[in-house]
């Protein structure tokens, strides 16, 4: 069976956990099937764990174009290059397209993965303008003519099937993210906090994200506030989405560094073992969205040991289990395209109450960061959402 994976991010370019996923499912995957990687952008590697690997760079003549007719166009490119695929599978509404259009050309089956949805996103319109349109109707195009979606929760099952409710939902699984436990391990090692200046014996609270509408940054730093003086906070950021979005993110920053010590910011991609070194020296680990499928994130966190405390949206609930591995905050969201909580200031002072709670009782943090390891490795190994996708394969082959 020729399984052909198509992602705008794969290895070395990851920046989500959209990118996470394809490249670790590809990884298990490549030992099951023959697998063909199409993947956005400059030439790479060809071979990965066995799976061959091709890159479509943006097409010239397209530089000035808005991001998401950028996507459409490269999306084009790909298309020929499915001749002999017997299933294509894609990856976010970046890769959809270039699926739908290759199971019309070729006649083969196309299933695609949910990583996200655009008409939940609607915040997406801040920095795509136009192209939010574009990218919404790419995304309906192809789910409605895909032979199988697999949703990474059932929260994000239940999603798909209330913006899209034409879609059948017999065609619809729910397949979990994963992460691999002997690669995401705790830390013992202090170097990373030297050299970011983060004091090992002081309680603290980690994040990790892309400073985006959907990640809930600007809330984590209102929530941050009310947090006990003695409390670090270690920020792994990425770039932001817009200016506007910098401008804010920046301003209470700087509104939190006027009011107390211990605001740690660490801007762009660090090594992964730092990552992990970071979280594991946490007390606990912070996951503020007001949108997520699933939260890889939480897992990473999870499976370093560390206690989560989270929005309860999407399929986060589905991780992170109440009192057990963590805590989660009720969220509301204002029906305003902005994404954010109805009552702001509650939500960062529930957050912030939750936070306090495991901050103080380090021994409960430690059972939940204990308990948060053994339930990432028991129930989300990568090799069984393999299992998972091979069945979903052959059920569009039958």
Not at 179 to 192: F, R, S
């Amino acid at each position: 069976m020729r399984i052909d994976i198509v992602s705008k991010e794969f290895p070395p370019s990851i920046y989500g956990g959209a990118g996470v996923h394809v490249a670790e499912l590809t990884r298990v995957l490549a030992s099951r099937a023959d697998l063909v990687v199409h993947a956005f952008g400059e030439p790479r590697e060809r071979d990965y764990h066995g799976a061959a690997v091709r890159s479509y760079p943006n097409p010239q003549g397209f530089e000035a174009e808005n991001g998401a007719v950028q996507t459409l166009a490269t999306d084009l490119t790909m298309v020929g290059a499915f001749e002999g695929a017997d299933v294509i599978h894609s990856h976010t509404w970046y890769a959809n397209m270039a699926g739908h259009l290759g199971k019309l050309m070729h006649g083969v089956p196309h299933v695609l993965s949910a990583h996200s949805l655009e008409p939940l996103r609607p915040w997406k319109a801040e920095q795509l303008g136009g192209g939010y349109a574009i990218s919404s109707w790419a995304e309906s195009t192809a789910y409605h003519g895909a032979d199988a979606v697999i949703a990474v929760s059932d929260g994000m099952r239940r999603d798909i099937l209330a913006c899209y409710p034409d879609v059948d939902p017999a065609k619809v699984h729910t397949v979990h993210n994963g992460i691999d436990t002997q690669v995401w391990t705790p830390q013992t090692g202090t170097g990373a906090l030297e050299k970011y200046g983060i004091d090992p014996r002081k309680p603290s609270v980690a994040f990790v994200g892309r400073i985006t509408r959907q990640k809930g940054v600007p809330h984590l730093l209102r929530a941050a506030l009310q947090l006990p003086p003695e409390v670090q906070l270690v920020l792994c950021v990425g770039a932001p989405d817009t200016p506007e979005l910098a401008s804010e993110v920046n301003g209470l920053i700087a509104q939190l560094r006027g009011q107390r010590e211990g605001v740690v910011v660490i801007e762009g991609m660090i090594p992964r073992h730092e990552v992990m070194e970071i979280l594991t020296s946490a007390t606990v680990f912070a996951c503020p969205s007001v949108y997520e499928p699933l939260g890889i994130v939480n897992l990473e966190a999870m499976a370093c040991g560390t206690a989560v405390v989270a929005s309860a949206v999407g399929g986060i609930p589905e991780v992170v289990e109440e009192g057990v591995t963590g805590s989660l905050v009720s969220f509301e969201q204002a029906d305003d395209a902005t994404g954010a909580p109805v009552d702001e200031e509650g939500f960062a002072r529930d957050f912030a109450a939750a936070l306090t709670r495991v901050l103080e009782d380090p021994e409960q943090a430690r059972r939940m960061g204990e308990a948060g390891r053994e339930r990432a490795i028991g129930q989300f190994s990568w090799e069984t959402i393999a299992d998972r996708t091979m069945e979903v394969y052959r059920s569009v082959l039958d």
